[in-house]
């Protein structure tokens, strides 16, 4: 016994001394058996919205089918269940989930207020059509019904508009002229009218750049973009509040991103959104491959360094998110980018992007294909929900400098935490064979004043205070091992909605603060901790 207590003192003294002093003062070899994550604590380097998560709801019908597979099924905006109750309160778990609706068809969707002068009708098979389906509409009374659920359910919505009206094609393939608004500003009136709350109106689906289906020149986007915001501050003049303007909902060119962000700066755009599928096609046999290899993940690092270059050289308010990311295009893979194994590259692209100033992140999607955080038919959470729930919960807005020096398997991302002291940190192990216990210090030395000394040692009390030191740790790992389940446990507990399709509560376990973060092979972890000295947090 007096051994062990031995043992326990020194442990805690060496802690101690690491914890206070900074990397400078001991090395990390002197953790027997585990590796350190370093978190500069000093200051943020980047800051997202409070509601950084943020997920998409699309219009496909359910006959849209990839790789001779229909995974849509009556789970989009035209046709789904808005009476489920797991639906209802999956998105009532976020308070609030931001709801971006659109995707490929959003282009293709008039609506149903009477000057279209066009019938009503709903998208049909037409594969000479751009994306493979005729014109459809959006009813007026749909568009009701949609609204009392954002509104029961607390959500935060970003609508895309159709932006081809009016278009006319153009000698280098292009679509050109101006923005044929009519329909889009009626039915912006219709909702204004109703009293429905839009966070944010987007114009366009991947139409910048070389575009998906059709594309249009950077300078002719930039006017319609501020034609946009004309009928927005038009239309919303006796509001309070304006809802964000957002374009151009498309895959990141340089040169094209560019041209948009000069022609609308200082404020005509507020958000400038880009889409990710950097996994590639859902067909795809090695998706699991790519998602596990860091150096790949890696490769996406570059798209968010050079948006957020240009936004800070050109000297404007607008700030960047991503609109749509699925990873996988063409509706993803199942059991891939609907089981456990994709939380790796999801929490890996919200860790990333959030580092480069990233304010929100929407997931492709909420519910539909083979990428949604919900089960298409039942609704029941896929393993991304809860992971992403955990990051809302958890992960605060303030982004902390992060390093681990360890293997290349393990990633870690750290942030203030949310509504509470310390830091949240994640780590996610890609390596199926290896466990990390792992140490977590701060960067820098402090200075060795009195009041700061006495206000940090505040932090450690004394070891009979041990419960005071304690952390709360969520370990995710697949249900029996298995990447591709799309059962999720949460510290070795299955996580299911119940009878009542309630969401379950996500329970921590409590750790000693003194002792490593144990990461399992296959495994992600977030951990709150309480005591970390973070002044960037206060």
Request: glycine residues 10%; contains cysteine; proline residues 5%.
């Amino acid at each position: 016994m007096a051994a062990g207590l031995l043992l326990k003192m020194v442990g805690f003294c060496v802690w101690a001394l690491f914890w206070l002093g900074g990397t400078a003062t001991v090395s990390t070899t002197a953790f027997a058996g585990g590796d350190a994550v370093v978190v500069d604590a000093r200051s943020a380097v980047a800051e997202t919205d409070d509601d950084f998560v943020c997920a998409t709801l699309d219009w496909w019908p359910p006959d849209k089918c990839d790789y001779g597979t229909c995974s849509w099924g009556h789970a989009t905006l035209l046709t789904m269940n808005l009476s489920n109750k797991i639906l209802l309160n999956a998105v009532k778990a976020f308070s609030p989930l931001k709801l971006r609706l659109g995707g490929s068809l959003q282009d293709m969707l008039i609506y149903d207020t009477g000057d279209s002068h066009q019938p009503c009708t709903p998208f049909v098979k037409n594969t000479s059509a751009i994306f493979g389906f005729s014109q459809g509409c959006l009813p007026l009374d749909r568009w009701d019904e949609l609204n009392a659920f954002f509104q029961k359910s607390g959500a935060k919505i970003i609508f895309g508009l159709n932006a081809l009206n009016g278009r006319v094609p153009m000698p280098d393939g292009s679509l050109g002229g101006p923005w044929n608004y009519t329909n889009a500003a009626s039915f912006i009136r219709y909702t204004v009218n109703k009293g429905y709350d839009i966070h944010g109106w987007e114009l366009g689906n991947e139409l910048s750049g070389s575009g998906v289906g059709a594309r249009i020149d950077a300078d002719q986007y930039a006017a319609d973009v501020i034609t946009l915001k004309h009928i927005i501050d038009s239309t919303y003049q006796s509001n309070p509040t304006k809802p964000l303007v957002l374009a151009p909902g498309g895959f990141f060119d340089a040169a094209w991103f560019t041209e948009l962000v000069s022609k609308t700066k200082p404020s005509q755009m507020d958000v400038i959104t880009h889409h990710i599928y950097n996994l590639g096609p859902g067909v795809d046999d090695h998706l699991i491959e790519k998602i596990l290899n860091p150096s790949y993940l890696d490769g996406e690092a570059s798209t968010f360094s050079n948006l957020q270059g240009i936004l800070k050289f050109a000297g404007t308010s607008t700030v960047a998110w991503v609109g749509e990311a699925g990873g996988a295009y063409n509706s993803g893979h199942h059991l891939v980018t609907d089981a456990f194994v994709f939380s790796f590259w999801y929490l890996d692209q919200l860790g990333m992007s959030s580092k480069y100033d990233t304010k929100s992140y929407c997931r492709q999607t909420l519910v539909g294909g083979n990428y949604g955080l919900l089960n298409t038919t039942t609704f029941e959470p896929n393993p991304d929900y809860y992971s992403a729930l955990l990051w809302h919960r958890l992960m605060g807005t303030k982004v902390l400098s992060t390093t681990f020096n360890g293997t290349n398997k393990i990633r870690a991302y750290a942030h203030c935490a949310r509504n509470s002291e310390g830091i949240t940190l994640l780590l996610i192990n890609l390596s199926g064979n290896d466990t990390n216990n792992i140490y977590v210090t701060s960067e820098g030395a402090q200075t060795q004043s009195a009041r700061k000394e006495s206000r940090r040692f505040g932090h450690i009390p004394g070891l009979s205070e041990a419960a005071d030191l304690t952390r709360e740790e969520y370990h995710l790992t697949p249900k029996d091992g298995n990447l591709q389940s799309q059962r999720v446990l949460l510290n070795g507990d299955e996580l299911a909605t119940d009878a009542n399709g309630d969401i379950p509560k996500l329970e921590p376990v409590q750790v000693e603060g003194t002792q490593p973060i144990t990461v399992g092979p296959y495994s992600i972890v977030f951990a709150h901790i309480p005591s970390f000295y973070a002044p960037a947090c206060r």
